[in-house]
Each structure stands twice: as C-alpha cells, then as structure tokens.
C-alpha cells in the first residue's frame, strides 16, 4: 500500500527536507504552504493554516496516512504565539478528519519546551542539562505545549498515533524562512569578506565556551520518518540532534576556514548581529550585483535575531538522545559538515557566491 503524506509548511527548512526524504522513498507527497513549491513529484497545496475554510477547499478529496507538521508563525508576544500556533494545529487536523485516512501525525517543537519561550528563554529555572525528553514542562505559558495539547486531543478523538520531534537550532535552506542560522552566517561572512569587517562571534561567552549541539534538517526528517513507520515509537515526544557536541569557539573558526575569513578572538562585548546586521542591506546589494546573485533582498536571507537568541543563550544547551537511540534511531550527522552542506547548497543556488 502506497503511502500517502500531508507535509505542512513544506516550503520551510525542516518540511521541505521531510518532503524531500519521502519523495526519495517513494512516498506520495501533497506539500502545503501559502506559496507550494511546484517541484516534480509533489502535490501542491495552497492554503492558509489559519482560515479554516481554507483549509477545507484545499485539503478536500486527499486521504492522507500521515501527517507532518513543521510550521509555525511568528507573533508579537507569547499569548499571541499560543493562540495562533495552536489554532494552525487544530484547523489542519480539522480539516482532515472528514477523510478518515491518518494513521499517524508527526509534529515537530523544539528546545523552547525546555528552555521557555522567546518572552523568557533561558531565564529562570530550568531544567539540568543534557534535556531529557522526560524533564517535562516548565511552569509558563508556552506555545509548544499548546501545540501538542491540539495534537493530543485530536489523536484522542480520531485514533491516529502521534510523534513530538524536538530539535535543537536546525540547519538547512529555505529563503524567507524565520529561523535561519546556516544562511545567516553565511550572508554575515561574505559581508565580513566584502568590506574586510572583523568575523566576531555575536553570542554570549557561555555559547562559545561551552558545550552545544545543533540539529541538521535531514537528520530531523529521518527521525521523522523513522517515528512515523516504527511501532514502538508511536505516541512518544523525541529530542534530535545530529548526534555530535562542540563549542562554539571551535566551530567558529571552522567555518571562518569555509569562507577563508580570520576568526576573529572573543569580543570585548557583546555584538549581536540584530546590531551588527542592521544597515548591511546596502553592502549586500553590492556583493549582489558584483557576483550575480539571485536574492537581492537580505531579509528573505537572514534572520539576526534569532541566530541572536540562540547564540545569545547564558546558559550550556546539550540535548540527550538515548531514548530514540535505545528504540533503534541510529542516524548521525557531524556538524561542521552541516553547516558546510548548507553553504554549498546556497552556492548552487546562486545565493551567496
């Protein structure tokens, strides 16, 4: 039997890398977002996640088994992030249930759910490190947890299995994409190059110091695919990375090495690339014409202030992954080597030169 996914936010980092792996797998693939790819291979879908009865006109006739969803919309404050986050969730698995088809719903979070959302990230009291997947909720509002209670309340009354899938910083290529690590290193170090700037590191001393790890998009699908055709993994939440640790000020240089830039020493204050960033779209329109390069506008590019906040964190973020390794996930990828897939891609694609 064919199956058959419903990849929400396929236009993203981490659902165009899923959309990819099922393809590869010969899985049938209806890919929604606001603008669908047109890419061979899919079933484009064009819907808005927060009109209902836009998604009722798209999603009718398709019976998929499975669902992935990898979205979310960004809003001014917490209170806003859980109203509409939550009500993307519950509208795509109302508009599916007439179909009768899922099997399983796959929904991918983050380390928010142990470091806290955006209004309090990594303040506080938290969790010891390395995360655990059975540390728990922390007592503040928290838009993950909203997601997830969706997710669990749907899955109760329309009996399909269920995987959470927490991903610390994920690396990968989407333009326009909110959380946009890999492209925005890249971006910040060809302007370093072009205008002989300082490669500074804009995170806090504890990031460079201390232990990290990262997650690859193409390892989050795998462990996505791998929840959603194991049986013992059903109804479980997962922390994924790529399987490695290293400290910033080491990885730092290796991509300094990348770009055949100096790594800059550890400032002597913080410098924010949200600070740093703020009039480059000038010298990106230079580097632009110069080598014929294909985005023009450097906020479809970079996203300073997210890179910001997870390189800005005061405290060692480490996530543990026995609990997936012990059901027989075993896929690996070192870091380093993330990041440089990432900027080969862009590349390729005439995004940076």
């Not at 994920?170 to 072009?194: E, Q």
């Not at 690339?273 to 009039?279: F, P, V």
């Not at 110069?290 to 996203?303: A, T, V, W, Y």
Request: with cysteine; hydrophobic share 45%; charged share 20%.
């Amino acid at each position: 039997m064919t199956q058959t996914a419903l990849v929400v936010g396929a236009s993203g980092i981490v659902g165009s890398a899923i959309t990819q792996l099922l393809i590869d797998n010969q899985w049938q693939v209806a890919a929604l977002s606001r603008h669908p790819s047109q890419a061979q291979g899919v079933i484009p879908v064009a819907a808005d996640l927060q009109d209902p009865a836009s998604l009722d006109r798209a999603l009718a006739g398709l019976k998929p088994t499975h669902v992935f969803i990898t979205t979310w919309s960004r809003q001014a404050t917490e209170a806003q992030n859980i109203r509409v986050n939550a009500a993307m969730v519950r509208n795509v698995l109302a508009a599916i249930r007439p179909a009768k088809s899922v099997k399983h719903v796959a929904l991918v979070t983050g380390l928010k759910h142990y470091l806290g959302p955006f209004e309090a990230y990594g303040k506080g009291s938290l969790p010891q490190t390395p995360f655990r997947e059975e540390q728990g909720r922390l007592d503040v509002e928290n838009f993950y947890y909203a997601q997830e209670d969706e997710l669990f309340a749907a899955a109760e009354k329309d009996g399909f299995t269920w995987s959470v899938h927490r991903p610390h910083t994920v690396t990968g290529v989407a333009v326009g994409n909110a959380m946009n690590m890999a492209t925005t290193l890249a971006v910040y170090a060809w302007i370093c190059k072009h205008t002989h700037r300082s490669f500074v590191f804009p995170g806090s001393r504890v990031q460079w110091d201390s232990l990290t790890d990262m997650t690859d998009a193409r390892q989050l699908a795998k462990q996505q695919l791998w929840a959603a055709t194991t049986p013992a993994a059903a109804n479980q939440a997962f922390n994924v990375t790529n399987g490695d640790v290293f400290r910033w000020k080491w990885m730092w240089s290796r991509i300094a090495e990348y770009f055949n830039l100096p790594a800059a020493d550890y400032p002597a204050s913080l410098s924010p690339l949200e600070k740093q960033m703020a009039d480059d779209q000038a010298v990106w329109t230079q580097i632009v014409a110069e080598h014929g390069l294909k985005e023009p506008d450097i906020d479809r590019l970079i996203s300073p202030w997210h890179t910001d906040a997870d390189l800005g964190r005061p405290i060692e973020v480490v996530t543990d992954m026995s609990k997936s390794r012990m059901m027989g996930f075993t896929a690996y990828q070192a870091s380093d080597q993330a990041f440089f897939d990432v900027f080969d891609k862009l590349r390729e694609m005439r995004l940076i030169p």
